[in-house]
Structure formats: C-alpha cells, structure tokens
C-alpha cells in the first residue's frame, strides 16, 4: 500500500453573535476548521482535522506521496523537517496513522500503546459569563453526569478576583459533585496581544486564593500547571 495523495479541505462557520472567548481581545466571527485526508492506492483513506490551513500541503504532497504508510516513523520524521521550517503539518500524520488504523482493523488508542480503562473527561468553557449564568451551566453539567469543569478567567487583576467568586459560587451550588479548574489564560497569546503575562509568584499567590475558594472544607493542595501552549523559554511548574 502506498500513499497517492494529501488532500486539504477548508470550512469557514460563521458565529452569530459573535463568541467572546476569554484569551482573545477580538469577538471571533466566525471558526476555521481545516480537515486533511491521506489517500492510498488500496481505496482505504485517512482522515484528521488540524493544521490551520495546512500551509505546507505542497511539500508535504512532494515527500509523503509514494511513501508506505506503515512506516510511520518515516512520516514522523518527514513531517519534522517540514514543521522546521514551515507550520504545523502534523495533521497530515494524524490522516496517516488513521490509515494505518483502517488498515490494520485496530483502533488508534490500541496502536499507540493506550489502555482501555476509562478516563474522567471535562467540559471547558470558552466564554466568561456571569456567575449566576455559569453556576446554572455547571447545575446542568452535574445533571448530565459531568464531574469536572474548566472555567476561564479573565486578563487582569479585576477578572481574576471576579472567577474567584465565580468559583465559590459554583462550589456552594454543586457541593463536591463537579472537580472545579480555571484557565488564567496566560500562555496562549493571540496575535498582536501585549498584555503583561503573570509571573510564576502571581500565578502561585491566586492559586492559594483559588485553593480556598474551590472547597468547603480546609484548602486543598492545588496543582499549577504552565502548559499546553507555552514556549520553552517560559515552561514553568509549581504546586501551592
């Protein structure tokens, strides 16, 4: 078998009204979603959805097509060298080893080592809304058998007291039946965004505050997380 094609297929939704999310300064108008399939010479074609745009279709057309798809460290490496240089190609890997899947009859989890105990999944919230609107959000999360929630908050001092009551709030109305995170939505930056990060301290200091807000009980011991989307140079960790 061997890979004849990388195809990209973009899709534009528009949002109305507008969603506000909380670590972009611009209302989003609409959401851009790139889907990439890898085509075969057996009729079997892999999907995934990623990239931006996949703008190195081109380069990634001229150096996976004709390759095996089973030899998925080639594709691996071969895509390195293109995210060097360019952006993003590793939607193309995910298009091939759900080919690779297909192929084999096997699911993906299974192909690359997973287990199939189960996992608790959360609902992330994207936009910062009212604390008498999100605690009836969270209300319909725990009806729905949700046990854990993301909220975000906001990019200043004045947003970040504000989620500290949101959070009591959602406490005081849910009990101990929803695990409760919140994204400060310092690492990710959208173009053009210049706001003063926190530093390390600040981010310990709300932690402890959010440690005492999130439980009726004495303060639980709270994990300080810098990822997913912060550059090595600022890659940081503590616990409070």
């Not at 919230?125 to 209300?139: D, H, M, N, S």
């Not at 390390?200 to 997380?225: I, N, T, Y």
Request: glycine share 10%.
């Amino acid at each position: 078998m061997r890979i004849t094609g990388i195809e990209r297929r973009l899709y534009r939704f528009p949002l109305e009204p507008p969603f506000r999310v909380a670590w972009d300064p611009s209302p989003r108008v609409h959401q851009d979603a790139t889907v990439v399939l890898a085509h075969t010479d057996e009729g079997l074609t892999g999907v995934a959805s990623g990239g931006d745009g996949l703008p190195d279709l081109e380069a990634l057309q001229t150096f996976l097509v004709g390759l095996d798809p089973m030899r998925t460290e080639a594709v691996r490496e071969l895509c390195e060298t293109i995210d060097l240089h360019g952006g993003r190609p590793w939607a193309a890997e995910i298009a091939v080893w759900d080919l690779v899947g297909k192929a084999l009859g096997q699911p993906l989890w299974r192909l690359l080592g997973g287990r199939n105990e189960e996992l608790v999944a959360y609902a992330s919230t994207g936009e910062i809304v009212p604390a008498a609107e999100r605690v009836e959000r969270c209300r319909a999360l725990v009806a729905e058998g949700v046990r854990a929630v993301k909220v975000r908050l906001g990019r200043n001092a004045e947003d970040a007291a504000a989620a500290l009551e949101v959070v009591r709030a959602i406490r005081d109305a849910v009990g101990d039946r929803l695990e409760i995170m919140v994204d400060a939505n310092q690492g990710w930056r959208m173009p053009g965004d210049r706001e003063p990060r926190w530093d390390l301290a600040q981010a310990a200091r709300f932690a402890v505050a959010l440690g005492g807000a999130a439980s009726h009980r004495r303060p639980r011991g709270v994990c300080l997380a810098a990822l997913p989307h912060v550059r090595p140079t600022g890659r940081r960790g503590a616990r409070a």
